[in-house]
């Protein structure tokens, strides 16, 4: 299965369009949402284009597509506009022999993991950075970065996991990054 993964999208319509325009050039059988879907949070000023009506419109237009996990700045208004569960606060998916835990981040990470088997992949948003590295006991984190609001000189963008390949990529589909799993 080919996994497209995005986190913080933070309301941007303009950016949320770029997103879904990269998930069908991807040809990714799965948009996996790290959180932070709508509310852009006190401590973000507002992103381009902030709409979040326009954002829910256009996520609820593929919610089959659409796996999620809910963000600190989502909130069980935002699932009444939604037509897709967030509200989970982690998912797992399983990765041949391998599994990767996916959450946003501000509850589970590398400071306070989840408990994870020797191996696994701990795979979240939340810090608008990404990132690709070990810790643990022979685990992996892995961080998308952010859609709209990224921190740290990073590039918008997602990742693409497919098979045991997993690639960074700008929201205009430029690899600059990629690792194998």
């Keep these: 299965m080919k996994l497209m993964i995005a986190s913080d999208i933070h309301g941007s319509s ?8 990269a998930f069908w050039s991807e040809k990714a059988d799965k948009l996996l949402l790290l959180g932070d879907i709508l509310y852009h949070g006190p401590r973000n000023g507002l992103p381009e284009e902030y709409d979040t009506k326009a954002v829910a419109v256009m996520l609820n237009e593929i919610k089959d597509e659409i796996l999620c996990v809910r963000g600190n700045c989502d909130a069980e208004v935002d699932q009444m506009v939604l037509d897709f ?27 306070c993991p989840p408990p994870l088997q020797k191996g696994d992949i701990l795979l979240h948003g939340h810090t608008h950075v990404p990132a690709w590295e070990e810790f643990g006991d022979d685990n992996l ?6 859609v709209s ?9 997602y990742m693409i996991i ?4 997993c690639q960074w990529k700008t929201l205009d589909s430029e690899v600059y990054h990629e690792i194998k799993l």
Excluded at 14 to 19: G, H, N, T, W
Excluded at 141 to 146: H, R, T
Excluded at 149 to 157: A, C, E, M, N, T
């Design 149 to 157: 609001i990224p921190k740290k000189d990073s590039q918008r963008g």
């Design 141 to 146: 984190y892995l961080n998308p970065g952010s």
């Design 85 to 111: 569960p967030i509200m989970a606060e982690y998912s797992t998916v399983a990765l041949r022999d391998r599994v990767i835990y996916a959450t946003h981040g501000h509850k589970f990470n590398t400071e």
């Design 14 to 21: 303009l950016y949320c369009k770029q997103l879904i325009d």
């Design 162 to 165: 497919d098979g045991s390949q």
